[in-house]
């Protein structure tokens, strides 16, 4: 038999708008680390270009890496925070998993540690 509970909650508060914007901004730092991702990877070595005697960057840009760090690190930061304050404020069960914040959060320090592991090889070469 169900029971239809009464929903108490009147209205949106501070911290769930807090916990959206958070997912909002980590999401839109991902964007972007892609975009300085693809100026900042060494650029592919394609048989044609070799064919051709076109010369291709084999190598991280510095400057640009910086960037993406801070930007990745800054996304994680923020879906990490937003998993916290959903954790503390999340008190039902039909409450959201979010789960695509999770998925940020990994997928971000997934990317650091390529990133990492591919300037460290490229360094060794």
């Known amino acids: 038999m169900n029971i239809l509970k009464k929903e108490r909650r009147s209205s949106t508060d501070i911290w769930t708008y807090t916990v959206r914007t958070l997912a909002i901004i980590g999401w839109g730092l991902f964007a ?12 592919a070595d394609y048989g044609y270009l070799r064919y051709r005697d076109i010369e291709i960057r084999k190598f991280w840009l510095t400057p640009l890496t910086g960037y993406l760090y801070i930007i990745l690190w800054l996304s994680a930061l923020s879906s990490y925070l937003c998993l916290i304050l959903d954790k503390y404020r999340s008190r039902r069960k039909n409450d959201g998993k979010h789960f695509n914040i999770l998925l940020l959060l990994v997928i971000t320090i997934a990317w650091i540690s390529f990133v990492l592991v591919q300037i460290s090889v490229v360094k060794v070469d």
């Open 32 to 43: 972007f680390a892609l975009i300085v991702s693809y100026y900042a990877a060494p650029e």
